[in-house]
């Protein structure tokens, strides 16, 4: 594969169909190994093919053989991560449709198990800075006031929708972002298929190269929300054990 000047290769349908084999792929990563998940190569890729592939983590092949491993990666759900405040201020009408659709992703009886549920993992200070405009002591349009009243209460109402993270009072590097990124990523492998790092503009693409080798997404609010509808579509019309994943627009692989 070869990729795109600086932005990767977008993943597709067709990629899919020519690099995956026609049967059901299974990764075995070792116990002791999955801290290397993010440097499988083509992970992005392989997370967008959907029940296509398996990922399995098993302390040896034995264990494999006697149903003695534990799947990982499960689902279509994920975490969400907002690089900066801004990210949800500038936007802040399609992220609020955005997080409450994250939120009644938790609330299906069907995901009791945790499988296909999204969670928004949000910096310290980003909820600092609404927490401050909520009480008008930094400056903020009336929309903006109202948007950080009403994403502070669902925070409130729905704790288990949120991942918090800790963070020093400024906006992550990239280098920072990856961190965080590959560590919500691993610390929850069981059901986080997807871990989608959310930017005001990605123009600036070259600083998110690592993330995207390492199988992370990176979008704009518009772009994840716009993979998201589509994806609702394609559960009504499609068998969902069958498919490719939808949010695969949102995907770009690195060469590696």
Not at 102 to 122: C, E, F, I, Q
């Amino acid at each position: 594969m070869t990729s795109s000047e600086g932005g990767g290769i977008p993943v597709n349908e067709d990629l899919l169909h020519k690099v995956l084999p026609p049967e059901h792929l299974w990764i075995v990563i070792r116990s002791g190994d999955l801290e290397l998940l993010p440097s499988l190569p083509y992970l992005g890729l392989l997370k967008c093919a959907g029940a296509r592939v398996q990922f399995v983590q098993a302390d040896s092949a034995c264990a494999v053989r006697d149903h003695q491993y534990l799947n990982i990666l499960n689902g279509e759900g994920g975490i969400i991560i907002p690089v900066s405040a801004s990210v949800m201020l500038n936007n802040h009408a399609v992220f609020f449709q955005l997080f409450v659709w994250l939120v009644s992703t938790g609330n299906l009886p069907s995901r009791s198990n945790g499988s296909n549920v999204w969670r928004l993992a949000l910096y310290h200070h980003i909820r600092s800075h609404l927490h401050n405009i909520k009480q008008s002591q930094v400056s903020s349009t009336e929309d903006q006031f109202k948007f950080s009243h009403a994403v502070l209460r669902m925070l409130d109402d729905k704790p288990r929708s949120t991942i918090q993270v800790e963070s020093d009072g400024h906006d992550p590097t990239p280098s920072e972002v990856f961190d965080t990124a590959i560590q919500l990523q691993l610390k929850h492998a069981q059901n986080a298929r997807h871990v989608v790092v959310l930017v005001d503009q990605d123009h600036k693409i070259h600083h998110w190269r690592a993330l995207r080798k390492a199988g992370v997404a990176v979008a704009t609010v518009n772009q994840f929300i716009g993979a998201i509808l589509e994806e609702n579509v394609a559960r009504d019309k499609l068998d969902v054990t069958q498919r490719f994943s939808p949010i695969m627009k949102i995907y770009n692989v690195q060469r590696c």
